[in-house]
């Protein structure tokens, strides 16, 4: 790796990762080279960019504790508000460089998201984007087949937060790193992309990979309940609510709830619609 990447992504990390996140750099060519010319991001190919993305640990080690500071109120989505909290630190810690973050949620004004997110992560050698595709002679006929990103240490227990883009910052001999096939077999990324687009409420699609770590019962239960639902399982007011006396303490059930959660944004392809998912 160059060393001015090595230094930057290191001061990144830095910032990010004691709070369970990761980080991966990237060209920018790189990754229009996959899309087509309405979803390219509008820099210089060499330009310099890094996939942000949170393991199962983020939720201890950078949510709760925002919930706990009240750094943003009042609190519409705690999980992109969190997010976005930590992806402006990066920011304000290069104050010299033009810096621009684009969340995984982002979109045009007509709806065309700004990032996609599993391309992003992909091309940046974080998790491998499984899609029908990578299926030779697949059983699936006329039916919808959404692909889904897989961590090689985290299996599905992870979620893809954005890109942090380095205006002005080219890396034109910046070697690529593809990402590890975690699922290789046909049979396997059968499986899995049945798990993901069938199945998706057990939450087994996220194993097609013996994880490292997953998600916590409580973190299951938060991102399985529909959203409007969220808030009262932290222990928090709605927006619409005056908080009586801000407790110090986060209250969780551990009950998963009846129904599942919203789909998730910003994991979109240019080939498929959202994938259908239980959480981040």
């Known amino acids: 790796?160059?060393?001015?990447?090595?230094?930057?992504?290191?001061?990144?990390?830095?910032?990010?990762?004691?709070?369970?996140?990761?980080?991966?750099?990237?060209?920018?060519?790189?990754?229009?080279?996959?899309?087509?010319?309405?979803?390219?991001?509008?820099?210089?190919?060499?330009?310099?960019?890094?996939?942000?993305?949170?393991?199962?640990?983020?939720?201890?080690?950078?949510?709760?504790?925002?919930?706990?500071?009240?750094?943003?109120?009042?609190?519409?989505?705690?999980?992109?508000?969190?997010?976005?909290?930590?992806?402006?630190?990066?920011?304000?810690?290069?104050?010299?460089?033009?810096?621009?973050?684009?969340?995984?949620?982002?979109?045009?004004?007509?709806?065309?998201?700004?990032?996609?997110?599993?391309?992003?992560?992909?091309?940046?050698?974080a998790a491998y984007y499984y899609q029908r595709q990578d299926v030779e002679s697949d059983p699936w006929g006329t039916q919808h087949i959404a692909g889904v990103c897989i961590h090689p240490r985290f299996g599905g227990w992870f979620a893809i937060r954005g890109v942090v883009l380095l205006r002005g910052i080219e890396v034109p001999n910046l070697p690529p790193t593809k990402p590890v096939d975690c699922v290789p077999t046909r049979a396997d990324r059968i499986t899995l992309l049945e798990r993901f687009n069938f199945h998706w409420r057990d939450w087994t699609y996220r194993d097609a990979v013996t994880p490292q770590e997953r998600y916590s019962e409580e973190q299951k239960a938060y991102f399985s309940a529909p959203p409007a639902q969220r808030l009262a399982l932290l222990g928090l007011p709605q927006p619409s609510e005056e908080p009586s006396s801000p407790s110090q303490e986060l209250h969780f059930t551990t009950l998963l709830p009846k129904k599942p959660q919203n789909p998730r944004r910003g994991w979109l392809s240019p080939t498929v619609s959202p994938p259908i998912s239980p959480g981040p």
């Open 1 to 125: 790796m160059e060393p001015l990447v090595a230094e930057l992504k290191q001061k990144i990390e830095d910032t990010l990762c004691p709070f369970g996140f990761e980080v991966y750099p990237f060209q920018v060519a790189w990754y229009n080279a996959l899309l087509p010319p309405a979803f390219h991001l509008p820099l210089p190919g060499p330009t310099l960019a890094f996939l942000v993305l949170s393991t199962p640990a983020m939720f201890d080690r950078a949510l709760k504790p925002f919930l706990q500071s009240r750094h943003l109120q009042p609190l519409t989505d705690p999980v992109d508000q969190c997010v976005a909290y930590h992806l402006g630190r990066v920011r304000e810690s290069f104050p010299e460089l033009q810096i621009e973050v684009i969340a995984d949620y982002e979109v045009h004004p007509n709806r065309r998201p700004k990032i996609l997110a599993q391309t992003a992560a992909h091309v940046a050698g």
